[in-house]
């Protein structure tokens, strides 16, 4: 075979993982984990079972597959969210960024967030969400102590969990939640850069 078969093969191949892993998070979201046999997502990619069997062996290697995916395209917007920030906006720009993402993958939120109690899903998805929080966190608190926020930790935490409510509302009724109009509000309420310290930094802990 040659290189330039061999190349198109890969490329065919890969096409081809790309179409079951589409099929099968529409159906996840949709008909939720266990409705969604092998044979119904074979069907719903235009693939015979056996061929389904050939890309991944099992549902949960097709799941964890599809989770790799979209964590790490989020990766990647957050990196190049970082990289292009601008100087005394990172926080912005991070938010926003992070925020995006589940608009781009809100069918794989929607599952997430609906099927969870399933026990493969959880034991295939808990802990690498786990990992992706703690870099989120990790990122943010970066963006907020270089924009100069007065309380970084306890800043990061708000924003965190501020960025969960908004996201969670929006896969709930995406039809109906204003998500633009709000995380438009919410990133006009962060503090402006010159703003975000006081006259000096407070020590210790925070006063309630």
Known sequence: MSPKNKTQLARARAE??????????????RSGFSASTTKRLAQEAGVSEGLFYHYFPSKQKLLASI????????????????????????????VRALLGTFRTHQQ?????????S???????????????SRDVRSRLLDAVEQD???LPEVETELLFATIEG???????????????????????TLPRAGKRRGTHRSKGRPRC
Do not use: C, M
Request: net charge positive; proline share 3%; glycine share 4%.
């Open 16 to 29: 081809r993982k790309d179409q079951l892993a589409v099929a099968a998070l529409a159906s996840f979201a």
């Open 67 to 94: 989770r790799d995916r979209v964590f790490t395209d989020i990766r990647a917007t957050l990196a190049r969210s970082a990289a292009q920030a601008e100087r005394g906006r990172r926080t912005e720009g991070l």
């Open 108 to 116: 794989f939120w929607r599952f997430a967030l609906f099927d969870r």
């Open 118 to 132: 399933n026990a493969i899903v959880k034991a295939t998805l808990e802990p690498d969400l786990t990992k992706l």
């Open 148 to 150: 100069g926020f007065r």
């Open 166 to 188: 908004i996201s969670e509302r929006f896969i709930r009724d995406p039809a109906n939640y204003p998500f633009g109009a709000v995380v438009d509000h919410f990133i006009s």
